[in-house]
């Protein structure tokens, strides 16, 4: 560079023939006379550039004898420099469309050959720089070409620049030329720089109108070229080309423009048998992203690039490199991207197929993508097969792989997957019921093999769709409930095993709570656990109305059986007492039988002074009164609602049955269970004070 810049100002000194009194004629035949090649050549290309400013001979002929002279410089590094100097000097002379250099009616070729020879005289000095010194070095001749490849490339640059070169002299002539230099060079560095050369430097309607021969090129070049970036660049700039302007689509459209680079895709990949895989599925990408951008509306284009990829995976026993995964998953994620609609991947029939070859992880990762988006895109599954297509290509989420080791889940990622699938099952309706039964009976057939730690995620959702389904046909008018319908709320419990208490069918209701009773007995060990389930049980049945009175019979009884055998006495006392509430439910045509709530009542009791009792042996003192305050609290509350068998004088006695207890262990005082007695008592006294029926009720009992 400080040489081409001493060059510049000696071109000054040769411009101004005042300093030396000799003229650019005289000039250009004198320096040819220098001793040494290497010299010569650099004073003629400067002397030749005042040849052709000064207009003395027309700048074609000057600038094809300054190309010509310059082969008798081989020497590859000496020789780039060279003709580097001699494209810098002319870039501005060239007899190009109105420029002022400008020649007669071919002045434009002339150009273009003079730029066309030097850039082919300089590509093959830059290939043979490759079998220099020697063989020990080439990793050091290989890091020095890469850094001299701009000028190489700059002869294109040049071209691109040329104003007479339009469409039909870029199509017949330069595009050609270039491509024959490229691929006779037979060397996989210059290939890949000068076809990336070509497809950065010209306009990109060139391209479009020239695709078929810049493609025919491709699996002519070596096998080590790295193709797959060329063509993925070459389509990502015509992707970005139909994204500025609507008015270029049709040009897409008549040049054929997805069907050509599809099968130069499927050429290269054939002729280049070792390509890695995520080089062929980096490919598709590309190829993907411009038929989504170029042809947002053939959805069987998507699906043809889709499954040109299946069948590149298929032939891979399996998929592990981690690059190739991110690629199909980007594969995958791009038609969700462009439409904002599952229900457009769902119609594309390679697209589980393609999700087939993921491995375990990346598969499930796939999966909350597609949830994911019908979520932000508040998209409703409205129709049965799609529901089968978005199951099974979410099947990772909902079920064990074969291979996936449950152990090594992380928690917190399962929760948030599993609640995902929950919320998902939500998104899927459709008004019409007999559609709707078959997604209910769809997603029960994926969910019911997703075993014991999905399933408490994933059955409540499926539960309330069909609830709601129950509820859309209460709506309905006519009968809905006829054995001959073809959609009955008989068939919607009947599949998933639930109450069927809105739609009176009694039998499938005592079903449900038989098997509730048999998961209790075999399947629920831990205490707290038993607790819990047996005050939900008791809870559901205290609410049916559906059951005739000896099947009632039959579950009351099984459920304060249940209650009495809890582990801890505490437990008993407060699971009987809840089983009052089975016997006097507060409807209008609800049960209320006061003889077996105070049986209930009176159970509590003995059981709480069993508790104290025993309490009593273990510490020397009594236990906690609070279970009397409690059950003293439900007396209240029966009392209330008018049950004969609960008087005054039994929750007197009641009062003073705890005040007794509280003075016998005063030296333990509970305050808990003093706070509570206290609130209870203030109650009492708040009724008896309010005065009507029901402050004479409570008149009666003394505090």
């Not at 320096?31 to 004073?43: D, E, K, T």
């Not at 019921?433 to 057939?445: A, F, S």
């Amino acid at each position: 560079m400080r040489a081409f810049d001493e060059l510049k100002r000696l071109e000054l000194f040769f411009k101004d023939d005042s300093k030396h009194g000799v003229s650019v004629v005289d000039l250009y035949e004198l320096v040819q006379h220098a001793g040494n090649i290497l010299p010569r050549l650099y004073l003629l290309c400067t002397v030749g550039s005042i040849y052709i400013k000064s207009k003395e001979a027309p700048a074609k002929e000057v600038l094809k004898d300054l190309v010509e002279m310059c082969r008798g410089v081989q020497h590859p590094i000496r020789g780039l420099f060279l003709r580097s100097y001699l494209a810098q000097i002319s870039r501005d002379k060239l007899p190009d469309i109105g420029s002022e250099y400008e020649g007669d009616a071919d002045t434009v070729m002339d150009a273009v050959d003079f730029v066309l020879q030097n850039f082919t005289e300089m590509n093959k000095l830059w290939v043979r720089m490759q079998h220099q010194g020697p063989g020990g070095v080439r990793e050091k001749r290989e890091k020095e070409r890469s850094e001299l490849q701009d000028l190489v490339g700059k002869n294109l640059h040049v071209l691109s620049q040329i104003e007479g070169v339009d469409l039909e002299m870029y199509k017949e002539t330069v595009l050609p030329r270039v491509l024959e230099q490229v691929v006779n060079c037979k060397d996989d560095l210059a290939q890949y720089y000068l076809m990336d050369c070509i497809i950065q430097v010209f306009p990109d309607e060139y391209h479009l109108q020239t695709l078929e021969t810049l493609l025919g090129a491709c699996p002519q070049l070596q096998p080590t070229v790295d193709v797959k970036t060329v063509l993925s660049r070459l389509m990502d700039r015509l992707s970005n080309y139909a994204a500025s302007s609507a008015d270029v689509l049709p040009e897409f459209l008549q040049v054929e423009a997805f069907s050509k680079l599809s099968n130069a895709i499927g050429k290269v990949i054939e002729a280049q048998l070792d390509m890695p895989a995520v080089g062929a599925i980096t490919l598709y990408v590309s190829l993907l992203t411009f038929t989504l951008r170029v042809h947002p509306d053939r959805l069987d284009h998507v699906d043809q690039v889709l499954g040109a990829c299946v069948k590149k995976l298929s032939n891979i026993p399996k998929l592990e490199d981690s690059r190739a995964m991110k690629q199909v998953v980007a594969l995958l994620s791009a038609p969700l991207e462009k439409y904002n609609d599952i229900l457009t991947a769902l119609t594309l029939s390679n697209y589980p197929r393609v999700m087939d070859h993921l491995d375990i992880g990346t598969n499930k990762l796939m999966a909350m993508v597609i949830i994911q988006s019908i979520m932000k895109n508040n998209s409703c599954i409205s129709t049965a097969d799609k529901v089968e297509v978005l199951f099974e290509l979410i099947k990772g989420l909902i079920k064990d792989i074969d291979g996936a080791d449950v152990d090594e889940l992380d928690e917190e990622d399962f929760k948030e997957e599993q609640n995902s699938v929950a919320r998902l099952i939500h998104m899927l309706y459709n008004d019409e019921p007999e559609e709707m039964l078959k997604i209910i009976c769809i997603v029960r057939k994926h969910t019911m093999v997703g075993g014991p730690k999905r399933l408490p995620f994933t059955v409540s959702s499926l539960v309330f769709s069909a609830l709601r389904l129950l509820r859309q046909l209460q709506g309905q008018e006519g009968d809905i409930v006829g054995e001959e319908a073809s959609m009955t709320p008989n068939k919607i419990f009947q599949l998933l095993t639930q109450a069927a208490n809105g739609c009176d069918i009694e039998h499938v209701a005592y079903e449900f709570f038989t098997q509730a009773f048999l998961l209790y007995e075999e399947e629920i060990a831990d205490s707290k656990a038993q607790v819990t389930a047996i005050h939900l049980i008791i809870g559901t049945l205290q609410r049916m109305n559906v059951f005739g009175v000896e099947n009632r019979d039959t579950l009351t009884h099984k459920a304060t059986g249940y209650s009495a055998r809890l582990l801890k006495k505490a437990d008993q006392c407060r699971a009987v007492y809840a089983c009052s509430h089975l016997f006097w439910v507060d409807d209008q045509d609800g049960i209320k039988d006061g003889e077996r709530v105070l049986l209930c009542l009176k159970r509590a009791l003995r059981i709480a002074n069993a508790a104290q009792q025993m309490a009593n042996v273990a510490r020397g003192s009594g236990g906690p009164v609070s279970l009397f305050v409690e059950i003293l609290n439900k007396y209240i509350y029966f009392f209330e609602k008018g049950n004969k068998q609960i008087t005054s004088s039994a929750i007197q006695g009641l009062i003073e049955l705890i005040n007794t207890e509280m003075q016998s262990d005063s030296t333990n005082p509970d305050s808990v269970a003093d706070a509570f007695l206290a609130s209870t008592l203030r109650y009492i006294q708040f009724q008896k004070q309010k005065g009507g029926v029901m402050g004479e009720k409570f008149e009666s009992i003394k505090l």
